[in-house]
């Protein structure tokens, strides 16, 4: 459910010598969007019906972190729901959270599973999935804290469910590599393996502090398309930019192939300018049969934004400039 025949979209800019490019009307999505918003940024779409649904994160104006419902027809003009969603008790009866942020959605089998920054204890992966968008079931946390970026693979692989994580620590993460876990049941994780680790800042500094996957990961012939965000400490503070990896689709804790240069990085206003400058963090993306993706990212910790490109060339992208 992760294709869709219609998706987002807008053609190459003729001035534009990279391979993806900005949507001309970005931010699509506002910080003040909804009525109690600070901020809406870092947040996940997916086919839907005859449209889209989200999960949003939205920052309140006491800056309280909740995620958020939402709907569209087109992918680009959202209906987002007032009220932050509110959880059923789904495999357990333990659905305490201090704060949700920076959801993804995966569609499985015959559900659509939503994972978060979970506030419990300190920040790790929740879990909840959803039929409809409307009702929502949370579940066991995947992990102890302290961890973020759960991103699910959209099918089992040999057998197993498989997702992406960063483990981190209690405050604004100085580190952070990529790792993977498995489970047979989506409550119980386990066989976690090291998947990518950041970079030397010789090699490729724009991902020499922290790297943390973006979306759900993208099954091609070439292997599983991982959008990522990569992370630098500069003079001003951190610097958030998009790469990409191609991870093996039978060993996805198998590095193929990964972006030395980025693929995108604050440049606008929109993304150099919020509440956290300086700022581009993938959540989602929509593909289509005729080589189409649009990529979801927030910008500057307060607007959405969409990047456009052609799977081909960005995978031959990734192939020809890789570490």
Request: glycine share 8%.
């Given at each position: 459910?992760?294709?869709?025949?219609?998706?987002?979209?807008?053609?190459?800019?003729?001035?534009?010598?990279?391979?993806m490019?900005?949507?001309?009307?970005?931010?699509?999505?506002?910080?003040y969007?909804?009525?109690?918003?600070?901020?809406?940024?870092?947040?996940?779409?997916?086919?839907?019906?005859?449209?889209?649904?989200?999960?949003?994160?939205?920052?309140?104006?006491?800056?309280?972190?909740?995620?958020?419902?939402?709907?569209?027809?087109?992918?680009?003009?959202?209906?987002?729901?007032?009220?932050?969603?509110?959880?059923?008790?789904?495999n357990?009866?333990?659905?305490?959270?201090?704060?949700?942020?920076?959801?993804?959605?995966?569609?499985?089998?015959?559900?659509?599973w939503i994972?978060?920054?979970?506030?419990?204890?300190?920040?790790t992966?929740?879990?909840?999935?959803?039929?409809?968008?409307?009702?929502?079931?949370?579940?066991?946390?995947?992990?102890?804290?302290?961890?973020?970026?759960?991103?699910?693979?959209?099918?089992?692989?040999?057998?197993?469910?498989?997702?992406?994580?960063?483990?981190?620590?209690?405050?604004?993460?100085?580190?952070?590599?990529?790792?993977?876990?498995?489970?047979?049941?989506?409550?119980?994780?386990?066989?976690?393996?090291?998947?990518?680790?950041?970079?030397?800042?010789?090699?490729?500094?724009?991902?020499?502090?922290?790297?943390?996957?973006?979306?759900?990961?993208?099954?091609?012939?070439?292997?599983?398309?991982?959008?990522?965000?990569?992370?630098?400490?500069?003079?001003?503070?951190?610097?958030?930019?998009?790469?990409a990896?191609?991870?093996?689709?039978?060993?996805?804790?198998?590095?193929?192939?990964?972006?030395?240069?980025?693929?995108?990085?604050?440049?606008?206003?929109?993304?150099?300018?919020?509440?956290?400058?300086?700022?581009?963090?993938?959540?989602?993306?929509?593909?289509?049969?005729?080589?189409?993706?649009?990529?979801?990212?927030?910008?500057?910790?307060?607007?959405?934004?969409?990047?456009?490109?052609?799977?081909?060339?960005?995978?031959?992208?990734?192939?020809?400039?890789?570490?």
């Open positions: 459910m992760s294709k869709s025949s219609v998706i987002p979209w807008e053609d190459k800019p003729a001035d534009c010598n990279d391979v490019w900005r949507y001309s009307n970005n931010p699509i999505i506002d910080r969007a909804i009525p109690s918003s600070n901020s809406i940024f870092n947040s996940a779409v997916v086919p839907f019906g005859d449209g889209f649904a989200g999960v949003f994160r939205c920052d309140n104006k006491a800056v309280q972190m909740n995620i958020f419902a939402g709907f569209s027809k087109d992918g680009i003009n959202w209906d987002i729901e007032h009220e932050p969603i509110v959880m059923e008790a789904g357990t009866t333990m659905i305490e959270s201090d704060y949700k942020y920076d959801p993804r959605v995966a569609f499985i089998e015959d559900r659509y994972t978060w920054c979970n506030g419990y204890h300190g920040p992966i929740g879990m909840a999935y959803t039929f409809d968008f409307k009702t929502f079931h949370q579940c066991e946390n995947a992990f102890l804290p302290f961890n973020r970026n759960g991103v699910l693979f959209p099918e089992k692989i040999n057998g197993k469910y498989c997702m992406l994580s960063r483990p981190s620590d209690n405050g604004h993460t100085p580190f952070g590599d990529i790792y993977l876990s498995y489970s047979p049941d989506m409550k119980y994780w386990g066989e976690h393996r090291c998947v990518m680790k950041t970079t030397p800042f010789e090699d490729s500094a724009w991902q020499c502090l922290k790297v943390g996957a973006g979306g759900v990961p993208v099954k091609t012939d070439e292997g599983w398309l991982m959008f990522y965000h990569g992370v630098i400490k500069t003079c001003s503070g951190l610097r958030y930019s998009m790469g990896a191609l991870l093996d689709l039978e060993q996805p804790d198998k590095v193929l192939y990964r972006t030395q240069p980025y693929l995108l990085a604050p440049a606008t206003s929109y993304e150099q300018n919020g509440d956290v400058p300086n700022v581009i963090f993938p959540c989602a993306s929509l593909h289509s049969d005729d080589d189409k993706i649009a990529v979801y990212y927030g910008a500057a910790d307060t607007v959405v934004g969409i990047a456009f490109g052609h799977i081909s060339e960005i995978i031959a992208f990734v192939k020809n400039n890789s570490l």
